[in-house]
């Protein structure tokens, strides 16, 4: 089991099995994460992975049509795009306004 904490969302922690879309368990969880698409398309879902960037997946091409170098560099990836391999993970995102 993967362990993910939501930072922007009061730290809520949650177990998801490994292997875990990012945005699929926030949605179960109601954590927060934004969207509007879920598929890649829209860019949205940018979220920052601050710890655990060693348990996600490799980065998506439907990724880099919205974020660049610097950007996964600082550890940003897309929710949608973003699987959880295992391990421990803590996200934090812009909230709207």
């Not at 920052?48 to 919205?66: A, C, F, S, V, Y």
């Not at 550890?75 to 996200?91: D, E, I, N």
Request: aromatic fraction near 6%; glycine fraction near 10%.
């Amino acid at each position: 089991m993967a362990q993910i904490t939501f930072i922007t969302n009061d730290s809520q922690v949650v177990e998801a099995p490994d292997n875990s879309n990012l945005l699929r368990v926030s949605l179960r969880e109601k954590a927060g994460i934004p969207f509007k698409c879920g598929g890649g398309l829209c860019g949205t879902c940018k979220c920052l992975i601050e710890q655990g960037i060693e348990n996600m997946d490799k980065i998506k091409p439907k990724e880099r049509k919205h974020l660049g170098d610097a950007d996964f560099e600082a550890g940003y990836r897309m929710a949608c795009q973003a699987f959880v391999l295992g391990g421990s993970v803590a996200v934090s995102w812009q909230k709207k306004a």
